[in-house]
């Protein structure tokens, strides 16, 4: 079955520090990815994408994000994380467009001043 | 540009009584709609997607419905709610045969 997995139900990190929030997929092909972001009681936001290309996708708020095709791995990143970075983020892919996303169950970021 | 609204934002209703939540696309047209349900504050599951008007797949098996009268109107229903419907509902759209897709604020729904 096709499947996204962000192993950790939660990151902390100190502000300043830099953050990365895992992702790693079990889909056929080569899917496209994404992240996106939840605040409280919010939609979800769209951060960043990949399709193809540079492995190294840079999005919204300094965020990026690294492709590894090889551990089929779409690793989320920011140099120097801000309280406001605080967050649920989701990763999803899309194994073809017109195809439904399928979401991994999210990791909180939490960031500490 | 394009929009997207839900509505109501938040609703609390009783066991048994019926639902009904709106969403609404502007600025585009023939969208792709889809609705999500969020649990205990993570875990997207996709309920229903929509390519077009009257045409409604379901995802998995439950106690909600979806239709679409209007290209870009996605309504969500339950004839007698239960308590396992409470959740966060979330909206999604996407232009066809593009890859991205754009999410509503969502509707906090609890049953009672």
């Known amino acids: 079955a096709q499947s996204v997995a962000q192993p950790e139900d939660q990151v902390n990190v100190a502000e300043g520090n830099p953050l990365t929030v895992k992702c790693t997929y079990s889909?056929?092909?080569?899917?496209?990815l994404f992240w996106y972001v939840q605040y409280p009681n919010r939609g979800l936001q769209f951060l960043l994408k990949?399709?193809?290309?540079?492995?190294l996708v840079k999005g919204s708020y300094g965020f990026e994000a690294e492709f590894n095709k090889s551990q089929t791995s779409f690793h989320l990143k920011k140099p120097s994380a801000l309280v406001s970075d605080s967050a649920l983020y989701f990763c999803?892919?899309?194994?073809?467009?017109?195809?439904?996303?399928?979401f991994g169950k999210g990791t909180t970021l939490s960031v500490s001043s | 540009s394009q929009t997207i609204h839900q509505w109501p934002a938040t609703l609390v209703q009783p066991v048994g009584s019926p639902l009904s939540l709106e969403c609404t696309v502007e600025?585009?047209?023939?969208?792709?709609l889809y609705w999500y349900r969020q649990a205990a504050g993570r875990g997207l599951q996709l309920l229903f997607y929509?390519?077009?008007?009257?045409?409604i797949s379901s995802e998995v098996p439950q106690n909600l419905s979806a239709s679409r009268p209007q290209d870009r109107q996605f309504i969500l229903s339950s004839k007698k709610l239960l308590l396992s419907d409470s959740g966060f509902y979330l909206c999604?759209?996407?232009?066809?045969?593009?890859?991205?897709?754009?999410f509503g604020p969502g509707t906090r729904l609890t049953v009672t």
């Open positions: 999604a759209w996407s232009v066809k045969g593009q890859i991205s897709e754009y």
């Open positions: 889909v056929s092909g080569n899917p496209y």
């Open positions: 990949y399709i193809t290309g540079d492995n």
């Open positions: 999803a892919v899309r194994v073809q467009a017109g195809t439904a996303l399928i």
């Open positions: 600025g585009t047209s023939n969208p792709n």
């Open positions: 929509s390519v077009g008007i009257g045409q």
